[in-house]
């Protein structure tokens, strides 16, 4: 047996390379044809790209432009007044189509309203509750503790009234809709702790309306959608321009253009998004100065402790 096992190893090296050989002769024009398919292939794709007709898109087609926001930056604060216009765009245009389920109306006393004024602006909405005693649903006017009602009664009903596309409710699409604005910008915003990609994009969908498309993309778009290079999503969407000049009247005489609209309404679903993001900066900063000064602290007393030791 002992015998058996060496000669049975020393048999299997030296057929070993024969066969490794024979692979390679069988496996040899499969190899070849297939490496001479890919380069035919490269270079059909390469031929392609030249002449325009395999380039790849990429969206959006256009990147939002960086605005100066109040609540931006480690001190950033709500403008208070520009987001009172936001809430009036909201309901008289955008509210048509797309609900905030996530936001109360008594979350609007963070926006300098009186609670007789929230209550009076809850009772301008019906909302659905119930069952009633006889186990029926009931309308009845809001109420500040209830959250802001969506326009249909479901998604299959939204998508139905907007051509088989349901609008998105709004409540959180400031933090939902950003434009990634990739390496090395998103190294730089840890430190200016830029976080404002989702109004921006906001802000220049609604205003990129106006723009022409390229014959290409031109050719391509579907019947019933609206050319926008800031769709993050595709060269068009099926949303029409929501609003125009002078469109909705603000009282305290800011100019009435789609422009300052959208800057007003993308600064409110910020908010919406989230409320207490000017409480965290300010808490943020508080608790950066107290560890700069604790650590300082410590240094002294390792000092003072440690002073007459030996090292």
Same mark, same amino acid.
């Given at each position: 047996?002992?015998?058996?096992?060496?000669?049975?190893?020393?048999?299997?090296?030296?057929?070993?390379?024969?066969?490794?050989?024979?692979? /390679?002769?069988?496996?040899?024009?499969?190899?070849?044809?297939?490496?001479?398919?890919?380069?035919?292939?490269?270079?059909?794709?390469?031929?392609?790209?030249?002449?325009?007709?395999?380039?790849?898109?990429?969206?959006?087609?256009?990147?939002?432009?960086?605005?100066?926001?109040?609540?931006?930056?480690?001190?950033?604060?709500?403008? *208070?007044? /520009?987001? $009172?216009?936001?809430?009036?765009?909201?309901?008289?245009?955008?509210?048509?189509?797309?609900?905030? +389920?996530?936001?109360?109306?008594?979350?609007?006393?963070?926006?300098?309203?009186?609670?007789?004024?929230?209550?009076?602006?809850?009772?301008?909405?019906? *909302?659905?509750?119930?069952?009633?005693?006889?186990?029926?649903?009931?309308?009845?006017?809001?109420?500040?503790?209830?959250?802001?009602?969506?326009?249909?009664?479901?998604?299959?009903?939204?998508?139905?009234?907007?051509?088989?596309?349901?609008?998105?409710?709004?409540?959180?699409?400031?933090?939902?809709?950003?434009?990634?604005?990739?390496?090395?910008?998103?190294?730089?915003?840890?430190?200016? /702790?830029?976080?404002?990609?989702?109004?921006?994009?906001?802000?220049?969908?609604?205003?990129?309306?106006?723009?022409?498309?390229?014959?290409?993309?031109?050719?391509?778009?579907?019947?019933?959608?609206?050319?926008?290079?800031?769709?993050?999503?595709?060269?068009?969407?099926?949303?029409?321009?929501?609003?125009?000049?002078? $469109?909705?009247?603000?009282?305290?005489?800011?100019? $009435?253009?789609?422009?300052?609209?959208?800057?007003? *309404?993308?600064?409110?679903?910020?908010?919406?998004?989230?409320?207490?993001?000017?409480? +965290?900066?300010?808490?943020?900063?508080?608790?950066?100065?107290?560890?700069?000064?604790?650590?300082?602290?410590?240094?002294?007393?390792?000092?003072? *402790?440690?002073?007459?030791?030996?090292?």
């Amino acid at each position: 047996m002992r015998k058996l096992l060496p000669a049975l190893l020393a048999a299997g090296l030296a057929f070993a390379p024969l066969s490794f050989a024979q692979a /390679q002769d069988g496996q040899g024009p499969t190899e070849n044809t297939a490496s001479e398919e890919a380069a035919a292939g490269q270079d059909a794709s390469a031929e392609a790209a030249e002449e325009g007709h395999a380039e790849t898109p990429h969206y959006p087609l256009r990147h939002p432009e960086q605005l100066n926001w109040s609540f931006a930056g480690p001190f950033g604060h709500w403008d *208070v007044a /520009q987001l $009172q216009r936001g809430l009036k765009v909201y309901k008289e245009v955008c509210s048509a189509c797309h609900g905030m +389920r996530l936001v109360a109306f008594r979350n609007l006393e963070a926006l300098g309203y009186s609670e007789a004024q929230v209550k009076a602006f809850a009772a301008e909405y019906t *909302v659905q509750d119930g069952p009633n005693g006889d186990g029926e649903m009931f309308e009845r006017p809001g109420i500040p503790s209830d959250y802001f009602p969506s326009p249909f009664p479901n998604t299959a009903a939204a998508a139905a009234a907007n051509g088989g596309a349901a609008p998105p409710d709004l409540s959180l699409i400031a933090k939902a809709r950003a434009v990634e604005r990739g390496f090395p910008t998103f190294v730089f915003d840890l430190g200016t /702790q830029y976080q404002e990609a989702g109004p921006d994009y906001i802000h220049a969908l609604l205003t990129g309306y106006d723009q022409e498309p390229p014959q290409a993309i031109a050719e391509s778009l579907q019947p019933g959608t609206y050319y926008n290079p800031y769709f993050i999503s595709g060269p068009a969407l099926a949303m029409p321009p929501p609003i125009g000049d002078d $469109q909705v009247e603000y009282p305290d005489g800011s100019p $009435q253009t789609v422009d300052q609209y959208s800057r007003d *309404v993308a600064a409110f679903m910020m908010w919406a998004a989230e409320p207490h993001l000017a409480e +965290r900066k300010a808490t943020g900063f508080v608790v950066m100065i107290f560890l700069v000064v604790f650590a300082g602290l410590l240094f002294a007393v390792k000092r003072r *402790v440690w002073a007459g030791t030996a090292h």
